[in-house]
Structure formats: structure tokens, C-alpha cells
């Protein structure tokens, strides 16, 4: 019988899956700050340095920020 995915490492789905939480994080930051600043604020350059002011878009923010800051240390311990 042939090992399967998952019997060949247990650690690779939960990789996979904390690939697609990234994923999540940042496109939920992105989601809420757009809404909060607009398309055009998204599609530019961002030179000025225009922040999201609302209570939500700063916690997505500082939330995406620890996500991205820990990830790589739970990538080499995995």
C-alpha cells in the first residue's frame, strides 16, 4: 500500500493550512482598509502617507503585521 499524503509528513497539511490562513489575514487587512480609503487609495501609489483611522482596519492591520512577524519562526519550527 502506498503512503498518502498525509501519512508522508503530518506537518505539510498543517503548512497548507496556515499558507491559506496568510492568505486570509492579508486579504482581510487589504479588504478593510480599501473600504475605509478607497479604491483609488488601493490602485495608487501610496506616497502620502494616508493610515485607515477606524477601530477595525487598525486592528486588521496590527493583526496582519503579527501574523506576517511570527509566520516565518512557526515555518522553520514546523
Known amino acids: 500500500m502506498q503512503p498518502t499524503f498525509l ?3 503530518p506537518f ?4 497548507g493550512l ?6 486570509i489575514h492579508v486579504m ?8 475605509e480609503l478607497g479604491r483609488e ?6 506616497d502620502d502617507e ?3 483611522k477606524g477601530k477595525l482596519a487598525g486592528r486588521a ?3 496582519s503585521a503579527n501574523f506576517r ?8 519550527l514546523a
Open 7 to 9: 501519512a508522508a509528513s
Open 12 to 15: 505539510l497539511p498543517v503548512i
Open 18 to 23: 496556515s499558507v491559506m490562513i496568510l492568505v
Open 28 to 35: 482581510l487587512q487589504a479588504l478593510i482598509a480599501t473600504k
Open 41 to 46: 487609495w488601493n490602485a495608487g501609489p501610496r
Open 50 to 52: 494616508r493610515q485607515a
Open 61 to 63: 492591520k496590527r493583526a
Open 69 to 76: 512577524e511570527t509566520y516565518p519562526a512557526f515555518i522553520a
